[in-house]
């Protein structure tokens, strides 16, 4: 069985090929051939991720997503997760994760056994999928107080935003207009940004 497997950091200073020896060494494990790997970073709450989006794309029937946890996979909103559920059984692709071992089992032919096994899991990731997504509101909410907590403490402070740069944001936009064909990895390492960069500069972000 062949199996695609996703890896997913927040930010461009994580790394988001961390777990891959870790998820290929399970894939090994377990008997299965990797189809494709697929790495971004871009934060867990959004659905419309390229690489997720290209994995989706290229697996087809039968097939198996291997990621490392649920959370590397889903920080969505309770509708934005029903949508990517809807996605992966409508291709009628496994979901596999390496640390929720009742996963596993979809690895193996389905039988009756299988079938009360995705009926389990459906639930378990569900739940693992709803921790993950409190999990960042919680974190949301904790910045959002110590910003707050700050302005009352300094009434003249003012959060320093993140600004863009320049320089390597006209680097992308250069490279993309004199090689139009390079993929968005490849502009992404020339330039030393991140790939989602990429994608932000080309839909005009």
Request: proline share 3%; net charge positive; with cysteine.
């Amino acid at each position: 069985m062949k199996a695609h497997l996703y890896l997913r950091a927040s930010t461009k200073d994580q790394d988001a090929l961390r777990a891959k020896a870790s998820l290929d060494a399970f894939v090994a494990a377990k008997g299965l051939a990797i189809a494709g790997v697929y790495s971004e970073n871009i934060s867990g709450t959004k659905l419309d991720r390229p690489e997720l989006m290209r994995l989706l794309d290229a697996a087809q029937p039968g097939e198996c997503i291997v990621c490392e946890s649920v959370d590397r996979l889903s920080r969505l909103s309770q509708s934005d997760w029903d949508i990517l559920k809807g996605k992966i059984k409508a291709k009628d692709l496994r979901l596999v994760i390496a640390d929720l071992p009742t996963t596993h089992m979809l690895i193996e032919d389905k039988g009756m056994t299988g079938q009360i096994m995705e009926v389990i899991n459906s639930m378990l990731l569900d739940l693992m999928a709803t921790m993950a997504r409190l999990d960042q509101e919680k974190r949301v909410e904790r910045i959002r107080q110590g910003l707050e907590n700050k302005r009352i403490a300094d009434p003249a402070w003012t959060p320093k935003g993140k600004s863009k740069n320049v320089e390597k944001w006209e680097k992308v936009q250069m490279l993309m207009t004199k090689h139009p064909t390079m993929s968005a990895a490849d502009i992404a390492k020339l330039a030393e940004v991140g790939i989602a960069t990429v994608y932000r500069i080309k839909r005009g972000a």
